[in-house]
């Protein structure tokens, strides 16, 4: 579904917006009926564009107050130890978000967790540990500026 019309640019907007919204709500917004609504949303749901809904929580008023970016560098790409890695990461509830990136590092990780030693405990327990990490740089957020919760459609 490569060719999304401008109705459902403006589902898709509002679902980004608010995902509670209420099926008639959104198709008054759209300009559509209830029952076209739903089909419409269905089909981008069956389509994939919609892949989930989910919640949006505030990390530091639910405890995770340390936020970091990790850039991590393999030893080589070994098809292993970039499958473990990937495998590795896509388990643990601290990383957000994995990148495979080009530039220096290989991967970025998005990590949030407790406290600096929460975070000190991931990487000595768990990253350092992995095969074929030859390095990892750590950049601390600071202030989280705006966060892509949303797509621009």
Not at 75 to 81: A, F, G, K, S
Not at 103 to 116: F, I, P, S
Not at 134 to 144: E, F, G, I, P
Request: aromatic share 6%; charged share 25%; with cysteine.
């Amino acid at each position: 579904m490569e060719n999304l019309t401008e109705q459902d640019r403006i589902l898709l907007r509002a679902l980004q917006e608010d995902a509670r919204i209420t099926n008639q709500e959104l198709a008054d917004r759209a300009g559509m009926s209830a029952s076209a609504c739903w089909r419409r949303v269905r089909a981008l749901e069956e389509a994939g564009v919609v892949r989930r809904y989910a919640a949006i929580l505030d990390a530091g008023r639910a405890g995770l107050g340390f936020h970091a970016i990790a850039h991590v560098t393999l030893t080589r790409h070994d098809h292993r130890h970039v499958d473990t890695f990937i495998a590795e990461v896509a388990r643990r509830p601290e990383v957000l978000d994995c990148f495979a990136v080009t530039g220096e590092a290989d991967y970025h990780l998005r990590v949030v967790c407790a406290d600096l030693d929460a975070y000190n405990r991931f990487l000595e327990a768990f990253l350092f540990r992995l095969p074929g990490i030859a390095n990892v740089r750590t950049n601390l957020v600071l202030k989280d500026i705006k966060q892509g919760t949303a797509l621009p459609l």
